[in-house]
């Protein structure tokens, strides 16, 4: 504390003694334009056409009245304060009006005194004939030209001087040559220590082929960048284009395939135009800017109705999916957030970041396993929650095939307890969060979620509590997904291990899914599958090549890439709605709704109490036979693994989201 009381009041006194000297370096310079312009006027003589010395009864009798009218004048526009460093054509423009502004004024006194009896009877300087009026704009000139050269060079000084970094100079290739482009060749030039060798830009404007900027030339269009980089020996590629498509970036890393070169891009256009950019807040392109779609457009205002002022509890709280949820959902302005999760770390940190970030909510972290009905009755019973979002599930295919048992104990009979809960205890809306794998399914975690999803939408016709499900696909980044996998592999120097070179999957960023699963959960009036559109699939293997080019390194040589073979439960293609279900326009352009054919609420049931007793005993085999008794799609892993994409069904019995 007392260091910091130390610091602040050094402060202040560092800011006036930089302001003195500002000001006295000014003052020097307002002398050298005065001598300067009388040296003009007098072609560098010491003595007047006249053979009088214009030294010391003229410039002298001048120097003090137009130094105090520099100083005042100088002084008022703040120009003692601004930084030598950073001098640019705003601050060109004020030494200009500030220089128009003394020059008027000191003219202005001079033909006063001029005709002023008292000063001609006692300074006969300024009735002095010899006097050269030529001084007048001469000055304005010279202080203009030795005010602003004098910044200038303290500014080249510290640009063009730098020390070099340790190691060699990057040589960096800007992609972009606007006003983004610009701004951050500028802070690259301002950086104190010389980190880069900028090599050009490139731009698709043929209005800028070979134009300069700060002396770097434009050296082509985007569709060079693989000769370019090739021919300048490009070892960075900076994509300043804060408002380009993914696509775009993504047409760029794929053209640079096979090179070893390292991506970077620039934060977005937002930050740009507020102007908090730096070279610091430069990032590395990550996968996410290739796979990812345009921002998601949210009813913010139906979304705020849902949830503000309202006690909202999230289970797997702790999660990729459940923390996200958490973040999306502070800002709306809950009354209570109520954090449900089984592991204690994820729970503690998701805890602290949103105390940080939201010291006002009211947030209750509770560990509790959404399998253990007393635990989560009590919750239900003391903290009274009016919405769930229910994000916990067992989620890994592979894990789950081995551990079936398990499998139905979370995502079924967990999901049970929590509706059942719901519905005691008289919730308003419970969304469960399910996935593509429920369509379908091949896998034990697709037909356990089917189950769920099953169990739901039937319930939800028999009680006052609204249940929706909101299905996806595969987030980026989530814990265990295949891009941290990746990331860690390539870290490793390989290899990537992709398990079929035609598995495809859909992806979405996990911000994104958050955000339409609120706007999901307001849209929602009970017993509604909604369904997120996702896009269009990805190849894993194209995504493995695109996250090794985007580490700067290159596929198949620096890093291999390794084909295992299809697990247990995994499919090669992933499908989005099931068949005889009909998908519907709702007003939101990314959510589907699907409605399908009822099911006997009594064989949902039985079924589901059946699985509980022979989960309980630990009987595998057991819990998949039932599993394909009580969903009728699932088609347990055989072993196969098709080596084409299966035949697409007729548009009457598969349906999409609408375009």
């Not at 039937?458 to 987030?475: D, E, K, P, S, Y």
């Not at 035609?502 to 959960?521: D, H, K, N, P």
Request: with cysteine; hydrophobic share 45%; aromatic share 8%.
């Amino acid at each position: 504390m007392a260091q910091n009381v130390n610091n602040s009041a050094a402060c202040p006194f560092r800011v006036r003694c930089r302001t003195a000297l500002s000001a006295l370096a000014h003052l020097g310079l307002f002398t050298a334009a005065l001598l300067l312009s009388f040296g003009v006027a007098y072609n560098f003589r010491l003595r007047t056409p006249d053979g009088e010395a214009w030294f010391g009864p003229i410039l002298l009798r001048v120097l003090p009245f137009y130094l105090a009218v520099k100083f005042v004048v100088f002084g008022r526009m703040h120009m003692y304060r601004g930084s030598w460093r950073y001098f640019g054509l705003r601050d060109l423009f004020s030494v200009i009006l500030a220089s128009h502004i003394s020059m008027f004024i000191f003219v202005v006194g001079f033909f006063v005194a001029e005709n002023a009896m008292y000063w001609r009877a006692h300074h006969p300087l300024f009735v002095d004939p010899s006097f050269p009026h030529i001084v007048f704009p001469l000055e304005w000139f010279f202080t203009i030209a030795v005010v602003s050269s004098a910044r200038m060079a303290f500014r080249f000084y510290h640009e063009e001087i730098r020390p070099s970094r340790a190691g060699s100079l990057q040589r960096l290739l800007i992609v972009g040559a606007g006003d983004a482009g610009e701004t951050f060749l500028r802070e690259i030039l301002r950086m104190p220590e010389e980190r880069y060798i900028v090599v050009g830009f490139l731009d698709d404007d043929p209005g800028k082929l070979h134009a300069r900027i700060h002396g770097v030339e434009v050296l082509g269009t985007t569709s060079q960048i693989r000769e370019i980089c090739q021919q300048q020996n490009v070892q960075e590629v900076l994509i300043a284009m804060p408002s380009a498509s993914q696509r775009k970036v993504r047409e760029l890393v794929e053209k640079c395939e096979g090179m070893s070169l390292r991506f970077r891009t620039v934060p977005g256009l937002t930050d740009l135009i507020s102007g908090r950019v730096r070279v610091s807040q430069i990032r590395d392109v990550n996968i996410e800017d290739l796979l990812g779609r345009e921002p998601v457009r949210l009813d913010t205002e139906s979304i705020g109705r849902y949830i503000r002022d309202r006690r909202v509890l999230v289970t797997g709280a702790g999660g990729s999916i459940g923390s996200e949820m958490c973040r999306q959902i502070a800002p709306f302005g809950p009354r209570r957030l109520i954090l449900i999760e089984q592991a204690e770390n994820n729970l503690f940190y998701i805890d602290r970041e949103l105390r940080q970030a939201y010291p006002a909510l009211d947030i209750v972290p509770l560990i509790a396993d959404i399998c253990d009905a007393a635990r989560i009755d009590q919750v239900f019973a003391s903290q009274k929650p009016t919405a769930v979002f229910h994000a916990a599930a067992h989620k890994h295919v592979p894990m789950m095939e081995l551990n079936p048992c398990e499998a139905v104990k979370n995502n079924i009979l967990g999901t049970k307890t929590l509706a059942d809960a719901a519905v005691r205890h008289g919730v308003e809306k419970f969304v469960m969060i399910s996935t593509d794998k429920a369509v379908n399914p091949t896998s034990v975690m697709g037909c356990t979620k089917r189950a769920a999803e099953m169990y739901v939408q039937q319930l939800n016709a028999r009680c006052n509590t609204q249940f929706v499900t909101v299905r996806f696909g595969n987030v980026l980044g989530s814990s265990g997904s295949v891009v941290p996998i990746f990331r860690e592999q390539i870290a490793r120097g390989g290899p990537v291990t992709v398990t079929h070179p035609e598995m495809r999957r859909y992806f979405m960023t996990i911000s994104e899914a958050a955000q339409l699963v609120l706007q999901a959960g307001a849209m929602g009036m009970g017993g509604e599958i909604f369904l997120l559109d996702m896009g269009e699939p990805v190849k894993i293997v194209d995504l493995a090549r695109e996250m090794i080019t985007l580490s700067g390194l290159r596929p198949g040589e620096d890093i291999e890439i390794r084909f295992t073979g299809i697990r247990p439960g995994e499919k090669l293609f992933e499908e989005l709605s099931l068949e005889g279900e009909d998908v519907a326009r709702t007003a939101h352009p990314k959510i589907g709704i699907m409605k399908h054919r009822p099911r006997d609420w009594d064989e949902i049931c039985r079924g589901i109490s059946a699985l509980a007793t022979l989960a309980h005993n630990g009987d595998e085999d057991g819990v998949r036979r039932e599993l394909a008794v009580l969903v009728p799609n699932y088609s347990p892993f055989n072993g196969f693994a098709p080596s084409a994409p299966p035949e697409p069904r007729p548009e009457s019995s598969v349906a999409r989201v609408p375009g």
